[in-house]
C-alpha cells in the first residue's frame, strides 16, 4: 500500500482501515503472511515515512485480530528491511512483542 512521502502514523492507520482491513475481511484469509520491514521508522534513512514503534505494535496488533477472527491465529512473519540498527531492533522486538501477545 502506497503512502505519500513523510506520511504520519495516523495516515498510516487511516490506510489500514480503510485499505487494507476491508478487503482483508471480505476475503477471510486461511492464513495470513507478513513480510514485516521496518523502513518506514522514522529513523530510517531510506524509508522516508514518520512511523514509530506503536504505529508497527498497532498494525501487527489488528492483524494479530483479523487472524483470530477467520485463520485461527495463523500468521507466518519474516523479517523484509529497515537500515537504522537501533530503529529496527526496537521494531523488531515491538513485532515479536505484539505476535507473542496474540498467540
Same mark, same amino acid.
Given at each position: !500500500?502506497?503512502?505519500?512521502?513523510?506520511? &504520519? %502514523?495516523?495516515?498510516?492507520?487511516?490506510?489500514?482501515?480503510?485499505?487494507?482491513?476491508?478487503? =482483508?475481511?471480505?476475503?477471510?484469509?486461511?492464513?495470513?503472511?507478513?513480510?514485516?520491514?521496518? /523502513?518506514?521508522? &522514522?529513523?530510517?534513512? =531510506?524509508?522516508?515515512?514518520?512511523?514509530? /514503534?506503536? /504505529?508497527?505494535?498497532?498494525?501487527?496488533?489488528?492483524?494479530? =485480530?483479523?487472524?483470530?477472527?477467520?485463520?485461527? %491465529?495463523?500468521?507466518?512473519?519474516?523479517?523484509?528491511?529497515?537500515? /537504522?540498527?537501533?530503529?529496527?531492533?526496537?521494531?523488531?522486538?515491538?513485532?515479536?512483542?505484539?505476535? !507473542?501477545?496474540?498467540?
Amino acid at each position: !500500500m502506497p503512502l505519500k512521502r513523510l506520511a &504520519t %502514523g495516523a495516515e498510516f492507520r487511516e490506510a489500514f482501515r480503510t485499505e487494507i482491513f476491508p478487503p =482483508l475481511h471480505q476475503f477471510k484469509p486461511d492464513f495470513i503472511f507478513i513480510s514485516a520491514g521496518f /523502513d518506514a521508522h &522514522t529513523a530510517d534513512p =531510506l524509508g522516508e515515512l514518520l512511523l514509530e /514503534d506503536a /504505529d508497527f505494535t498497532w498494525a501487527f496488533e489488528q492483524i494479530s =485480530l483479523v487472524a483470530n477472527e477467520f485463520c485461527e %491465529g495463523r500468521i507466518v512473519s519474516v523479517l523484509e528491511g529497515g537500515y /537504522d540498527p537501533d530503529a529496527l531492533a526496537e521494531s523488531c522486538a515491538a513485532h515479536v512483542k505484539a505476535l !507473542m501477545a496474540a498467540s
